[in-house]
């Protein structure tokens, strides 16, 4: 099966109630560890690029990046049984969400989330009116993540209102929302126990009956922080989402997962290792294969729990 609109997989994953990685990448090697894990797992594969992956891919020329991207994913889609969409990850510059609607993405997220309610509501509905006109699906976000987000540090998260959310579907006729429930972007995610508002998810599914995603959803494996460690990294008190989390989240409503940070800890850390190891080598590809090899793993991983494995 080839390059697939993305509304096909999160539309099936709606139905049936299970969730799909969407794995952020910004070059082949990452593509390919993706790709490689959707074949072995059977599952349906979801790419995303964010606005610096798109700069770093075009080597500052916009279009040139989302054109890349684009061409590297549909190449390698072609060539698989699986079904592969792509997807813009928190566009908030209109040239970005334009560039990747040109290029062939199958859907854009729009992210206003940093704005007040009525003008985030405006700006996603301007967007849903361009993209739907050429068959192109669009996620929003409503409330704010802990962390840095929209390049804005929030010391405290704010949690979705739901029936806001209700509002904001039925006025944006938004094709995927993302509500804040207690996530956050990167490696620390929580100083205790991992914390999400379940009870508020499965009203927001309720109250807007789409496909919702998770936002900073990544597990952080206990294992890739310790061997990146272990190797002169240093990244203490990581934390992420639990697999358990993740499999509770997905029966209150979570179909899209979004996950870039195992991905970066894992090909980090074992690249660390690699070249600790191996001080002669001066091979490129022959640092970065085991690297490869190791996200594929974590990806697979996540396609299992959540629910995706096989269903391609
Ligand atoms: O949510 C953001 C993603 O992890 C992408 O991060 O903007 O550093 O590419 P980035
Ligand atoms: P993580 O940092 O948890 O991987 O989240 C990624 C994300 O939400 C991309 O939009
Ligand atoms: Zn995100």
Redesign the pocket.
């Known amino acids: 099966m080839p390059y697939v609109p993305t509304k096909e997989i999160l539309g099936d994953a709606h139905a049936k109630v299970y969730g799909v990685g969407?794995f952020?990448i910004n070059d082949l090697e990452f593509l390919q560890a993706v790709i490689g894990a959707g074949a072995e797992e059977s599952s349906p594969v979801l790419i995303?690029v964010?606005e610096g992956a798109i700069k770093y891919a075009g080597y500052g020329q916009v279009q040139r990046g989302a054109d890349t991207l684009y061409a590297m994913v549909k190449q390698y889609a072609d060539t698989v049984k699986i079904p592969v969409a792509l997807h813009l990850?928190?566009g908030k510059e209109f040239k970005y969400v334009m560039a990747c609607i040109k290029a062939g993405f199958g859907s854009v997220?729009i992210d206003a989330s940093a704005l007040p309610y009525e003008e985030n509501l405006k700006e996603t509905l301007r967007i849903v009116e361009i993209a739907h006109a050429v068959g192109v699906s669009v996620e929003a976000e409503l409330g704010t993540?802990k962390g840095i987000e929209d390049n804005v540090e929030a010391a405290e998260s704010i949690l979705v209102d739901p029936v806001q959310a209700e509002d904001f579907v039925k006025r944006t006729r938004v094709d995927y929302l993302a509500p804040a429930i207690g996530?956050?972007?990167?490696?620390f995610?929580f100083k205790g126990e991992a914390k999400l508002d379940l009870q508020r998810l499965k009203r927001v599914k309720e109250l807007t009956g789409i496909p919702l995603v998770?936002?900073?959803?990544?597990s952080?494996p206990e294992e890739m922080v310790d061997l990146a460690n272990r190797y002169g990294g240093k990244i203490e008190g990581a934390k992420?989402?639990p697999f358990e989390v993740l499999k509770e989240c997905v029966e209150a409503g979570i179909n899209k997962v979004?996950?870039?940070?195992?991905?970066?800890i894992t090909f980090i850390a074992v690249l660390r290792k690699v070249l600790i190891e191996k001080p002669g080598e001066i091979d490129p590809r022959k640092l970065f294969g085991p690297a490869i090899e190791a996200v594929k793993e974590i990806v697979k991983a996540r396609m299992r729990v959540l629910g995706s494995s096989g269903r391609a």
């Open positions: 969407a952020n995303e964010s990850d928190h997220m993540l996530t956050s972007h990167g490696a995610k998770l936002h900073g959803a990544s952080v992420g989402v979004n996950t870039d940070t195992d991905l970066r």
